[in-house]
């Protein structure tokens, strides 16, 4: 009994400690103090705003796909243990329709946004915006959607009209 009375009351001694304690850690910082952080702030419209300078060709960047790319989607991007980007346009609405970069998305701007956050999926980030611009360069032109050399940079990648562009639309009114 008289061990667990005196259990009890260091224990309630301990309170005013406890509470003056946060629960936790105080860990991170505030979101609106990352948006200066350019890692945090990589979203690129359709309309290609937030794409940064730098430009890029098709033979430029066959060399860089082959170097970071090609072992998991294929020499020329048609897939390997990793999808195909290119080929299959002009697929979607037949008996085997298949979803590629280059067939499926609509705006030529994701391809860099989605490298760049995302690709070689052991290294993102790792690559320059000259090189991303080059790989954009280097998949749209298997394709022929763009000229093979066409330098792509922050005013031409948005002109670029993917072959799906129209292919989407709105569950929502405007
Ligand atoms: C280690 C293997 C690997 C390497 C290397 C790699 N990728 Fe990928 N990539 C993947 C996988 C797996 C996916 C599918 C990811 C998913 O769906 O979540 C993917 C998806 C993609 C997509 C989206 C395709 C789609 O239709 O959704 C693009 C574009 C892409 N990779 C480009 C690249 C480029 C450019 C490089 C070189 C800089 C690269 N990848 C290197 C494995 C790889």
């Known amino acids: 009994m008289f061990t667990r009375i005196s259990l009890t009351m260091v224990l309630l001694s301990l309170l005013p400690a406890l509470a003056a304690q946060p629960l936790y850690q105080p860990l991170g910082q ?11 702030n990589l979203t690129i419209s359709p309309d290609g705003q937030g794409l940064p300078a730098g430009s890029g060709t ?3 960047g066959k060399h860089i796909f ?17 999808m195909p980007l290119v080929g299959e346009v002009g ?9 590629t970069v280059n067939s499926y998305w609509p705006f030529a701007t994701t391809l860099f946004d ?4 995302s690709m070689p999926p052991s ?4 690559l320059n915006s000259n090189e991303i ?25 948005p002109q670029v009209t993917m072959p799906n562009r129209n292919g989407f639309s709105a569950t929502y009114p405007q």
């Open 133 to 157: 611009y080059a790989l954009c360069a280097y998949i749209l032109s298997q394709d022929g959607i763009i000229e093979a050399d066409v330098e792509l940079n922050a005013v031409t990648l």
């Open 30 to 40: 505030p979101a609106s103090d990352l948006s200066d952080k350019p890692e945090w």
């Open 114 to 117: 989605y490298i760049r956050r």
């Open 91 to 99: 697929s979607l609405a037949s008996e085997y329709p298949e979803k």
């Open 123 to 126: 290294a993102p980030f790792s």
């Open 66 to 82: 082959e170097q970071h790319c090609a072992a998991c989607h294929g020499f020329g991007a048609i897939g390997g243990s990793a």
């Open 58 to 60: 098709a033979s430029q």
